[in-house]
Each structure stands twice: as C-alpha cells, then as structure tokens.
C-alpha cells in the first residue's frame, strides 16, 4: 500500500467551477501536510501547508484535513486556465516528506 | 521566502560520464537536504537524505556508490551521479527545509536537473 494515495486524472473542470483534488495517507503519525503544484518539466512549488483539523483558506485555495479518516483535500475556486498542472499532495513522515503520485488538473476554457 | 538553488539545470552527456549536481540554499541553512529523482509522467521518488556532516541515508533500491551524496556545509550539498548510463537520464531535485524554524516547515524545491545520456 501506497504511503500516500492521490488518484491520477485527468481532472478536467470547465473554467470558473471549483476543483476538488483528494488525498489519503497511511501513517497515522503524520503531522504535517503539504499540497504542491508541478508544472510540466518544473520542479513542485508550494501552495499550501495544513497542520490542523479542519480547513485553511488561502486566496482561492482552501486546503482540508480529516486525521480520523486519514484524508487531506484541496479545492480550488473560480479555476483558471492557468490552475491547470499535476497537484501533488505530500505528508511528513518522521523526517521526510512523502509525496503522492499526483492529480493532473485540466481546466477547460 | 526561502530559495533553493539547483545547478546546472540540464546535462546532455555521454554514457560513462560522471555528472555532479550542486543544490544550495541561499537565505537559510539547511541540515537536511533531500534528492529526488522523476520519470516523465511519475511522481517524485525520494533517493537520499543528506546530512550536513555525515553519511547520507539512500532509499531502498538506490546504488549509494553510483549516487555520490556530499553535505560539506549548512548550504550545499552535491549528488555525483558516477559513470552515467541512458537508464540515468531523469529530472533530479534537490530541496531543503530550514532547520531553524522548526520541524513543521515544508521543504523548497530547486528547479531540478534534467539529465540526459546518450
């Protein structure tokens, strides 16, 4: 079993719509939770970072944690052409994060 | 915010060359720096942990003799990739978490290495 779990895509969400991306992990030890943003033939770059039960809004992006059902999720509102990329969702796990095999996000015009 | 560079950002060499890596942090030191390796269309595979000032710890799976690992200092660490086959070629990312403000911090990526063998 998969450390982390994220299902592969394509997601494709017209222009305008929120997209949900969802993600669970293994180790009920994990503290910490990470959603990066890759770009095709780029290296990940952060978006959001939750610690906590419960949801954390950052602009258009609202990241969730869930850590009874083991499940982190990030939803993006008003999703623009430019959202679209491979969202990759991450745990810490003792000292190193643990990365998902990422969503690939397709925003429809 | 913090910044982690990554050096050269592409090499195109041949077969039996050795390639080194370089991956620095430029406004924060780093303890731990870690290299990942992606294939086209997957997901980020963890190599190595390097430690400043001590033995790297490699993943199950990666050649420790082929994947040269140097943490000389708080800011750079090295990955040698030694006598480089075609299987090698990959995108190879380094990242970084500042130790000092504390064990919940994520961790800042370099631009990665794209490294291709002919």
């Known amino acids: 079993q998969k450390e982390v779990e994220q299902n592969s895509g394509p997601l494709s969400v017209p222009e305008g719509a929120i997209a949900s991306l969802n993600c669970t992990y293994s180790d009920r030890g994990s503290q910490s939770f990470f959603w990066y943003r890759q770009y095709s033939g780029k290296s990940p770059e952060l978006i959001m970072s939750i610690y906590s039960n419960g949801d954390k809004e950052d602009g258009r992006f609202t990241a969730q944690l869930n850590k009874a059902s083991q499940y982190v999720s990030l939803l993006i509102r008003d999703s623009q052409p430019s959202d679209s990329a491979t969202y990759l969702c991450?745990?810490?796990?003792?000292?190193?994060?643990?990365f998902g095999s990422g969503t690939r996000l397709s925003i429809r015009p | 915010g913090a910044v982690v560079s990554q050096h050269p950002s592409r090499v195109i060499c041949k077969s039996g060359t050795s390639v080194k890596i370089e991956c620095r942090s430029l406004d924060f030191q780093a303890t731990t720096m870690f290299w990942y390796r992606q294939f086209p269309k997957q997901s980020l595979m963890l190599m190595a942990t390097s430690n400043e000032g001590s033995k790297a710890t490699y993943e199950q799976g990666v050649e420790k003799d082929k994947f040269l690992i140097n943490h000389a200092s708080l800011t750079l660490s090295t990955l040698t990739v030694t006598s480089a086959h075609p299987e090698d070629s990959s995108f190879y990312i380094c990242?970084?978490?500042?130790?000092?403000?504390?064990?919940?911090?994520?961790?800042?990526f370099g631009d990665g290495t794209r490294l291709s063998i002919l």
């Open positions: 991450a745990s810490r796990s003792a000292s190193k994060i643990i």
């Open positions: 990242s970084a978490r500042d130790g000092a403000t504390g064990g919940n911090q994520p961790q800042h």
